[in-house]
């Protein structure tokens, strides 16, 4: 059992464990088990001392218990497995001696010779036995250089460090207990300085990571007395420059520009691609675009592609939008573009008529549940059953433009009856014709501006009350595309009615064979109903009857003005004559 790489006796003396015996059957039983768990001494002695190497000086007069140094380890088992003690395994020459409890270092005073390094190997051991790996301990009978406290360093900082900010102290431990001085034995382009007194280095300058140099190796000295070598030590110092996000993505040009685009272009159309640098390195340098418009879409490589359709009728038939191009910094920078995209015009677009739409060609569609998926049969609407729910999709109408207008009937040669305009959204020339409703050749249309008229020869004969002409405007596609397209508009000539038509009685004859009364009848008796009939429309169309008399004769019969029934009009009655006005027919009554 281990904790987090220590055994488990190392933090625990002993642990209460429930154990549950279950037998087969309705019974079982709990039992608690305390169980005490004891250290193996699976652990050496590991030496603890700073820094290394281990060194140590002493006076070549120095009596006999004389301290020179401190010997410390450590353990990590429990109980005597865990106790240290410290033994001279070999070297000194019998000079020196180690308290096995304490680990302190002594002379046992002999002789010692002046300035002679005496190199001693000890050892620590725990109770029951396990070793240590020896440790040598290099002890001078005079004066000995200073020891820095590390055999090296390193150090990484970050680029636009200010200069004369310390970034590292040094340190050294003097065995005369004398002010050391610090100075630098190797520094490239003197970037570098430290202060004698100290042992703080800084920079003369800031550097740049992305232009100057991104490793330096430093010498460092620490000197007792100026001049005197046996007086100093030095140390190897490495400087890393770390990159810092200190610079902005730059596009490689500030306005990209791409023209005859075509509208019909799909969205997996690449337009163009826009391209970012940074200089700075790793994360920093890493670049992420963005593009800040809806109509585009941007790769991760800058690459620039529709993001809907495209349409050529805008203002200037230009999209201008902003891309921008952000770093990976923990605190990031952005730069930005200007894209110009120029569109081509393509003949994608019906001409349409200036009329608003004739509110009459709407009409609703009405749908049942079992529905399944199809299309109009003019393609006008898509019908998908999905479940539980229904999916409309409109497609464009056509729907038909509506011009009214009137004409008179007795109207001359080439008279305006009416104007259509409609206009191309591409820009293309309209040519207009009369496709239907001009069977009898009565109207003529001026391809170019839309004027309809009345044909000049023969001259035209109007009848009826309504004309329905459809007109076609179509596009030169000039703008190029697969077809001319084009538009219908509605054109309802009314006709106004002149009357130049007279009452006609078509059964003349026969009401002088019919009509008969005896004589002697009451006053309002029937004699007979007279029609005539009027080729003219609306009021010009309406008869209205009457009777005319011969001079200083006595009216004996009167006539409705608007059924035409006749009856008399006096008792004394003989053969006479009379004459039904408007277009006449005479007959006699006897």
């Known amino acids: 059992m281990k904790r987090k790489g220590r055994k488990v006796a190392e933090w625990m003396e002993q642990s209460l464990m429930e154990l549950v015996l279950i037998e087969l059957g309705p019974d079982w039983y709990l039992n608690k088990v305390r169980l005490k768990i004891t250290d193996v001494n699976d652990n050496i002695p590991e030496w603890d001392m700073k820094p290394y190497p281990y060194l140590a000086v002493v006076s070549h007069e120095a009596p006999a218990g004389t301290f020179v140094y401190q010997l410390q380890a450590h353990d990590e088992d429990e109980g005597r497995s865990g106790e240290v003690e410290y033994f001279l395994s070999d070297g000194g020459d019998g000079c020196f001696s180690v308290e096995k409890k304490t680990g302190q270092v002594v002379t046992t005073g002999l002789a010692l010779q002046r300035d002679r390094e005496y190199l001693l190997s000890v050892v620590a051991l725990d109770g029951l036995g396990g070793r240590s790996t020896p440790a040598m301990l290099s002890v001078v009978a005079g004066a000995r250089a200073p020891q820095f406290t590390n055999g090296s360093y390193a150090i990484s900082i970050p680029e636009n460090t200010p200069e004369e900010q310390p970034f590292l102290v040094v340190y050294t431990i003097s065995f005369q207990k004398q002010p050391i001085s610090y100075s630098l034995l190797i520094n490239p382009s003197s970037l570098f300085s430290i202060r004698p007194e100290t042992g703080e280095i800084s920079l003369t300058r800031t550097l740049d990571y992305e232009s100057d140099q991104r490793r330096y190796l430093l010498m460092v000295r620490a000197s007792e007395e100026p001049g005197i070598l046996s007086a100093a030590a030095e140390v190897r110092v490495q400087v890393l420059i770390t990159d810092e996000n200190d610079c902005v993505p730059e596009f490689l040009q500030s306005i990209y520009s791409v023209d005859g685009v075509p509208e019909t272009v799909t969205t997996a159309t690449s337009l163009l691609q ?3 640098t940074d200089c700075d390195s790793g994360s920093n340098a890493e670049l992420t675009y963005y593009i800040l418009s809806p109509d585009f879409s941007i790769s991760p490589h800058g690459t620039i592609f529709p993001a809907s359709r495209l349409d050529y009728e805008r203002p200037n038939h230009l999209y201008e939008f902003v891309v921008m191009a952000t770093d990976g910094g923990i605190e990031p920078h952005s730069g930005t573009a200007t894209v110009r995209v120029r569109m081509a015009n393509i003949n994608d677009e019906a001409p349409e008529f200036s009329q608003p739409v004739d509110e009459s060609s709407l009409f609703l569609l009405a749908f049942l549940a079992d529905v399944k998926g199809q299309t109009t049969r003019n393609k006008s609407f898509h019908i998908q059953n999905l479940k539980d729910r229904l999916v409309l999709t409109l497609v464009k109408l056509n729907f038909l433009c ?22 191309d959204p591409d820009g293309d020339g309209i040519i207009y014709s009369i496709t239907s409703g001009n069977e009898e050749g009565n109207f003529v249309i ?57 009452p006609v009685f078509k059964e003349c004859q026969q009401y002088r064979e019919q009509a008969s009364v005896l004589e002697n009848q009451p006053t309002g008796t029937f004699v007979l109903q007279v029609h005539a009939v009027d080729a003219d429309e609306g009021a010009n169309g309406k008869v209205k009857y009457g009777l005319m008399h011969r001079d200083s004769a006595m009216p004996a019969f009167r006539i409705h003005p608007d059924t035409g029934r006749v009856h008399t009009d006096c008792q004394e009655l003989s053969s006479r004559d009379f004459t039904v006005d408007r277009q006449c027919c005479i007959f006699n009554s006897s």
């Open 274 to 276: 826009v391209l970012a």
């Open 402 to 423: 509506r011009y009214r207008t009137f004409v008179s009937e007795d109207a001359g040669p080439n008279t305006l009856v009416a104007t259509v305009l409609a206009k």
């Open 446 to 502: 001026d391809s170019q501006k839309g004027l309809i008229r009345l044909r000049s020869n023969p001259l035209p004969k109007l009848q009826g009350l309504e004309y329905v002409l459809n007109v076609t405007a179509t596009d030169d596609n000039a703008s190029g595309g697969p077809q001319p397209l084009f538009s219908t508009a509605r054109v309802i000539v009314g006709v106004d009615d002149v009357n130049n038509n007279k």
